[in-house]
């Protein structure tokens, strides 16, 4: 096991590795940062002892050295577009599109289960047949639509929830949360809501194939010779084995749902990082970029290593084949 979870943490580093040379072409192949910094009418002395400042005129190799020291020690550099650190300027939007990825991750992983495991077990049922078509409905129409709907509908036409912003936080140290207050619960709704329904589409349909599969396994033919309850046969043996393909799942989209956030704070206003990415994309404020892009791959590393190591906890056999192979 602690071979295994050695083995991915180097190949994570590789990744790591990877993507912070992508993030630092884009300084040299996405515009002069000079040209970001200063006016139009900047003297060109300026222009270079800015240059000299910022160590651009040294060789690649150094530059990109240096720059994996700061990431390494959390150092980003300095947006050209707020003038403020850009480490600063993520920890202050990372709790809105944390809180957001988790409501919305917890909405699509509950309703998501449960919807599967009753569309598996009640198949023929009308209710069964209404979440499939809702299901289909949540894969087919984009994400900003389905914030725009919900907006004219809860928003505009009925008035019962907030249509853009955080609503009222509390500050807990360098952590600001709306969990802690009603207008905060509130604007929590829909773009969760929203972020989420794709992903509740999709582990609904596996939930559904998967359990649907293994209810005509040996096992469980077994299972109900043996006298067992229907409930412990449902829920004790083919659930149980249905998660494995879900942790994958469940485990990618969460990385999904955080990093591609923008379109659901776009439309929302919501003041997460997403937000602040669109902002750097329209300004061209690479600092911001190449961190956000630093920042997404290493939640996915975290998270794939997360979801391997659950794989061997939830299923003994891969549990047994790593032990084999270290």
Not at 120 to 140: D, N, P, Q
Not at 202 to 220: G, H, N, P, Q, S
Request: glycine share 8%; with cysteine; aromatic share 10%.
């Amino acid at each position: 096991m602690i071979a295994f979870i050695l083995q991915r943490l180097l190949q994570s580093v590789a990744v790591l590795f990877a993507v912070g040379l992508i993030a630092f072409s884009m300084f040299r192949f996405a515009g002069d940062p000079v040209n970001q910094i200063v006016g139009v009418d900047t003297p060109y002395a300026e222009r270079v002892a800015i240059r000299k400042d910022l160590g651009l005129d040294d060789a690649v190799a150094v530059q990109f050295l240096r720059y994996a020291g700061n990431v390494v020690r959390g150092e980003f550099g300095t947006s050209y577009q707020f003038r403020q650190p850009v480490s600063a300027l993520l920890a202050e939007r990372m709790p809105a599109t944390l809180e957001l990825a988790l409501c919305a991750t917890l909405f699509a992983l509950t309703v998501g289960i449960l919807m599967g495991v009753y569309c598996a077990l009640r198949r023929e049922t009308w209710l069964a047949k209404i979440f499939l078509a809702i299901s289909l409905v949540g894969i087919s129409l984009p994400t900003f639509l389905i914030g725009i709907l919900l907006i004219f509908l809860f928003s505009v036409t009925l008035g019962w929830l907030p249509s853009f912003g955080r609503g009222d936080t509390v500050r807990l140290g360098w952590w600001t949360t709306g969990f802690l207050t009603g207008s905060g619960l509130r604007a929590l709704i829909l773009p969760s809501v929203t972020l989420g329904l794709f992903q509740m589409t999709l582990i609904m349909r596996l939930v559904r194939a998967e359990m649907l599969e293994v209810l005509r396994t040996d096992y469980i033919r077994f299972a109900r010779a043996r006298g067992l309850t229907t409930r412990s046969i449902h829920l004790g043996h083919a659930l149980k084995n249905t998660l494995v393909p879900v942790i994958t799942i469940a485990g990618l989209q969460l990385g999904s749902v955080i990093a591609f956030s923008i379109i659901t704070e776009t439309v929302f206003q919501w003041p997460g990082m997403g937000l602040l990415f669109v902002q750097a994309v329209q300004n061209v404020d690479i600092p911001i970029m190449a961190a956000y892009l630093l920042l997404v791959a290493a939640i996915f590393v975290v998270i794939n290593l997360v979801v391997d190591v659950l794989y061997t906890i939830v299923d003994p056999r891969l549990r047994l084949s790593t032990g084999r192979a270290a």
